[in-house]
């Protein structure tokens, strides 16, 4: 079992910066793959960025080169740095850890295999 807990979110305005965290209890955190998926308003959760065990990572088209997700395992910590913001970065933003790989879009078998944060807002404002 691992939990989940998500910090950094925040309203900001177009053009500034925050650093989401995601600190893991209960289990050995470097086994796991790691994401960050972000869910605005009458959307689908999505993938915004993953990272492996081995360091490997990958971002959503939409955020390449504005945001880098890194991971800390002696800290047990996932990192969100989220650069040149914009208004349709506005969502609940939710760190996710999976023995297995991520998906873009989860599935209802991926909501229950895989663990899940609470979330965090961020707000983005024009």
């Known amino acids: 079992q691992v939990q989940l807990v998500e910090s950094g979110g925040g309203l900001v305005q177009t053009g500034e910066s925050l650093r989401l965290s995601c600190a893991a209890f209960g289990s050995i955190f470097s086994i796991y793959a790691m994401g960050w998926y972000r869910q605005a308003t009458g959307m689908q959760r999505e993938l915004v960025a993953s990272i492996t065990t081995g360091g490997s990572t990958n971002y959503a088209d939409s955020v390449k080169g504005r945001f880098a997700i890194s991971r800390d395992n002696a800290k047990n910590t996932l990192y969100l740095q989220m650069n040149s913001l914009k208004p349709e970065d506005t969502a609940v933003y939710y760190c996710?850890?999976?023995?297995?790989?991520?998906?873009?879009?989860?599935?209802?078998?991926?909501?229950?295999?895989?663990?899940w944060g609470q979330g965090t807002q961020v707000t983005v404002s024009s």
């Open positions: 996710a850890a999976s023995p297995g790989v991520l998906k873009p879009i989860p599935t209802s078998t991926d909501y229950e295999l895989d663990y």
